[in-house]
């Protein structure tokens, strides 16, 4: 099956740190851009960094600017979310999918052009 797998999710407590991956199954991922989302309950999804294809760009919603890093190793076709200064409103699932990244990327961006979407892993923080 062609998707995402997420992992890496869990129960930490304010101010921890989480490493989010984002394994890429029946397709390399080479070429593709990647975006992570979240969708916290009774909200809607939302995304919150993208990196380009080589890497080479990245960017970020103003909510995970500066505590929250992307990065990615194409030679194990994975995608990483690293999750430091947690806070309880980072509480969501997160998700990761293919699709363009580009500078607006956090503040709108069209759900029909992103694919492969995992099942996501689940993000707690407590206060």
């Known amino acids: 099956q062609v998707q995402f797998v997420e992992s890496g999710g869990g129960l930490v407590q304010t101010g921890g740190s989480l490493r989010l991956s984002c394994a890429a199954s029946g397709f390399t991922l080479d070429n593709y851009a990647i975006g992570w989302f979240r969708q916290a309950p009774g909200r809607e999804r939302e995304g919150i960094s993208c990196?380009?294809?080589?890497?080479?760009?990245?960017y970020y919603g103003d909510s995970v600017k500066g505590r929250f890093t992307i990065s990615r190793d194409n030679a194990k076709n994975t995608v990483y979310l690293q999750m430091n200064s947690l806070k309880p409103e980072d509480r969501a699932v997160y998700y990761c999918?293919?699709?363009?990244?580009?500078?607006?990327?956090?503040?709108?961006?069209?759900?029909?052009?992103?694919?492969?979407w995992g099942q996501g892993t689940q993000v707690t923080v407590s206060s």
């Open positions: 990196i380009s294809s080589t890497g080479g760009s990245t």
């Open positions: 999918a293919a699709g363009p990244c580009e500078s607006y990327f956090s503040t709108y961006y069209f759900p029909a052009e992103y694919h492969y």
